[in-house]
């Protein structure tokens, strides 16, 4: 079983900046993506950013140029850095895996228990 948990939410200003983290426990065989979500109040869950198989990451426009994801693979770590924080940005925010495991060939979908991450004004 893969889990994955999230931290580094918190309260900012607008213009501040964050480091989400995404630490992966259990086996995983491979990865065939893995990113961020985020869900704020009243809305659905959207896409920030993804990095699929072919290494070719995928930015949501509102995001671009601010966030950046990396991954340190010592650590099974993921993380989302978040630059120049805007009141719009305030959600909670949920990393995603789509991997499978030693013991189960197919691919699912992963998801941390979310953080949030609030932009004051």
């Known amino acids: 079983q893969v889990q994955l948990v999230e931290s580094g939410g918190g309260l900012v200003q607008a213009g501040g900046s964050l480091r989400l983290s995404c630490a992966a426990s259990?086996?995983?065989?491979?990865?065939?993506?893995m990113g961020w979500y985020r869900q704020a109040p009243g809305k659905q869950r959207e896409l920030v950013t993804i990095?699929?198989?072919?290494?070719?990451?995928n930015y949501a426009d509102s995001v671009k140029g601010r966030f950046t994801i990396s991954r340190d693979n010592a650590k099974n770590t993921m993380y989302l850095q978040m630059n120049s924080l805007k009141p719009e940005d305030t959600a909670i925010y949920y990393c995603?895996?789509?991997?499978?495991?030693?013991?189960?060939?197919?691919?699912?979908?992963?998801w941390g228990q979310g953080t949030q991450v609030t932009v004051s004004s």
């Open positions: 995603y895996y789509y991997c499978n495991t030693p013991t189960d060939w197919r691919f699912r979908n992963y």
């Open positions: 259990g086996s995983i065989s491979s990865i065939n993506a």
């Open positions: 990095v699929p198989n072919s290494g070719i990451t």
